[in-house]
C-alpha cells in the first residue's frame, strides 16, 4: 500500500508536519518495501487553492491513504474525490513512527475536514520575534474594500423596464 505522510523534511526521522495543505514535504511510501520518495510541495507557498494543489499532487502519485496532522475543505474534498482515505490527528511523532502506528492499526479515516479553509496559511517558522513583527496597523482590519460597492443585481430588477401591464 502506498502512503502519503506529510513532513518537515526528506527523512523518515523528520517529524510530520500537521498542515497538509502547506506541509514542507510529502513522503510517498510503499509499506511493504519501505522503499520511499520525498516530494517537495510545491503549493507550500501558495497565495491560495494550496490544499487542492496539494490534494492533486499526491493523488497523481498514486498514494491511497494520507497521515497528517491537520487537512482543510478544499484538499479533503480533492483528496475524496481522487479515493484517497485520510488520517488526521498526528503531532509530535516523525513519519517513521507515523508509518508504524498506521501499519500497526492505530489510527483511524475520518469523514469530514479536521480544520477550516486557510487554516495553515501564513504560519511557518519565521525569524519575527514574539509580540514583534505587526507593523503600525496592528492587523485590524483595513481591508482591500474589493467589491466597490457596486452589488451584484445592477439595480436593473426582473421586469426590465416594461412595467406591470405589458
Known amino acids: ?13 523528520d517529524t ?3 498542515r497538509f495543505g502547506r506541509c514542507q514535504y510529502f513522503i510517498i511510501i510503499d509499506t511493504e518495501s519501505m522503499q520511499f520518495e520525498a516530494i517537495e510541495n ?3 507557498n501558495a497565495g491560495g487553492g494550496a490544499g487542492i494543489q496539494a490534494g492533486q499532487l499526491v493523488g497523481n ?11 482543510g475543505p478544499n484538499a479533503f474534498n480533492t483528496l475524496q ?10 503531532s509530535g511523532i516523525t513519519v517513521g513512527q507515523a508509518i508504524e502506528g498506521f501499519k500497526s492499526g492505530k489510527y483511524q479515516y475520518v469523514g469530514d475536514p479536521s480544520v477550516e ?20 496597523g496592528g492587523g485590524m482590519g483595513g481591508g482591500r ?12 430588477g426582473m421586469g426590465g423596464g416594461r412595467g406591470m401591464g405589458g
Open 117 to 136: 479553509a486557510h487554516y495553515g496559511a501564513g504560519g511557518g517558522g519565521g525569524s519575527v520575534p514574539p509580540g514583534g513583527g505587526m507593523g503600525a
Open 61 to 71: 502519485k498514486g498514494a491511497e491513504v494520507v497521515l497528517t496532522g491537520n487537512v
Open 81 to 90: 474525490a481522487a479515493g484517497l482515505k485520510i488520517v488526521v490527528g498526528l
Open 42 to 44: 510545491p503549493a507550500m
Open 16 to 18: 510530520v508536519d500537521p
Open 1 to 13: 500500500m502506498k502512503l502519503c505522510v506529510t513532513s518537515s523534511g526528506q527523512r523518515l526521522e
Open 145 to 156: 474594500g474589493m467589491g466597490g460597492g457596486r452589488g451584484m443585481g445592477g439595480g436593473r
